[in-house]
């Protein structure tokens, strides 16, 4: 079955950096859009950064030049490198890949202290 494995998470202090790694498995991983969501408390997912089979990738404006999206086809593995945080990007960070189905991981916690 299809599996997204998230890991990186934890406490930062602002201005600090995480990097977030998902493993995924049960999918032909180099053809998939892999993709950062996050959720925090009362709000909506959002949609963080993506980055398509072909490299290119897409940021939200709060976290451009700020979070790199980047992908390892032979490690199936999607990363997220999160510098100058700050408390706003407090949240549970989702993984998800996204071909003609879209799957999800389980969600790692990001908490950053002021």
């Known amino acids: 079955q299809v599996q997204l494995v998230e890991s990186g998470g934890g406490l930062v202090q602002a201005g600090g950096s995480l990097r977030l790694s998902c493993a995924a498995s049960?999918?032909?991983?180099?053809?998939?859009?892999m993709g950062w969501y996050r959720q925090a408390p009362g709000k909506q997912r959002e949609l963080v950064a993506t980055?398509?089979?072909?490299?290119?990738?897409n940021y939200v404006l709060s976290v451009k030049d700020r979070f790199t999206i980047s992908r390892d086809n032979a490690k199936n593995t999607v990363y997220l490198q999160m510098n100058s945080l700050n408390p706003e990007d407090t949240a549970v960070y989702y993984c998800?890949?996204?071909?003609?189905?879209?799957?999800w991981g389980q969600g790692t916690q990001v908490t950053v202290s002021s």
């Open positions: 049960g999918i032909i991983f180099n053809i998939y859009t």
């Open positions: 998800s890949a996204q071909y003609v189905n879209s799957y």
């Open positions: 980055i398509t089979r072909g490299g290119s990738t």
